[in-house]
């Protein structure tokens, strides 16, 4: 798994690729990680699959839950805190080996600008000024995004700064999917900003990373 989040000058992009293993197994090659979880946020998701979902499942319930009893919606700062304690149950069965651990992004109406949150197995909290990545490709993401990463980059930039760094995590982690061309199963790539939450179509994603293909060939 390769879950990342890259904040650029309008808005956060949150990413993940495809895939879940079963071992040394492919055991799902579809399955979607990332999560709207309002209209200006969502989240993705690293771990074991089963916890991992009723976590994003729970989250999005109770932020829809707190908007119909209140009459407003919670503010970004108050969803991370909530996901927090959502983590922090879940320690039994980190214990366990079962870990849930997210990436939370969201667009900050009242700051005007992305932000990324990343947590521990005990729920501590922690932001993010420009980009992460979390997962057993984690690491290799995050090197590509040091090198590609500026800051107020473009939504262009970004998108391809995302692609090239889940290409890379792919190419060095047998858990974490690359584009499968054949299948035509791809990445998913979600843009926030202050319009709300959208994903990058599956051709325009096919498109930038047939782009990367044939820029890497080039070299």
């Known amino acids: 798994t390769t879950v990342l989040a890259l904040v650029y000058d309008t808005g956060v992009i949150i990413a993940g690729d495809r895939q879940a293993t079963e071992g040394y197994q492919v055991g799902e090659r579809r399955i979607q990680k990332v999560f709207k979880i309002d209209r200006h946020s969502a989240i993705a998701i690293a771990g074991v699959a089963g916890p991992c979902f009723e976590t994003a499942k729970l989250f999005q319930v109770q932020v829809e839950f707190y908007e119909k009893m209140e009459g407003t919606s919670l503010s970004l700062d108050g969803q991370a805190n909530y996901l927090s304690n959502l983590v922090r149950t879940n320690l039994g069965l980190a214990m366990q080996g079962l870990v849930v651990l997210p990436l939370f992004a969201g667009y900050d109406l009242k700051q005007g600008k992305g932000r990324i949150f990343k947590y521990d197995v005990l729920g ?37 700064a995302v692609i090239e760094s889940i290409w890379d995590a792919a190419d060095e ?12 199963i791809f990445p998913t790539l979600t843009v926030i900003t202050e319009e709300g939450v959208s994903d990058v179509s599956e051709e325009t994603v096919e498109d930038m990373f047939h782009e990367l293909v044939s820029r890497l060939e080039r070299k």
Do not use: H, N, V
């Open 173 to 184: 982690d047998i858990a974490t999917g690359g584009p499968d061309l054949i299948r035509k």
């Open 124 to 160: 501590g909290r922690y932001e993010e000024d420009s980009y992460y990545a979390i997962g057993s490709g984690g690491k290799d993401a995050r090197t590509t995004l040091k090198k590609l990463f500026q800051p107020d980059m473009s939504q262009e930039s970004a998108l391809k």
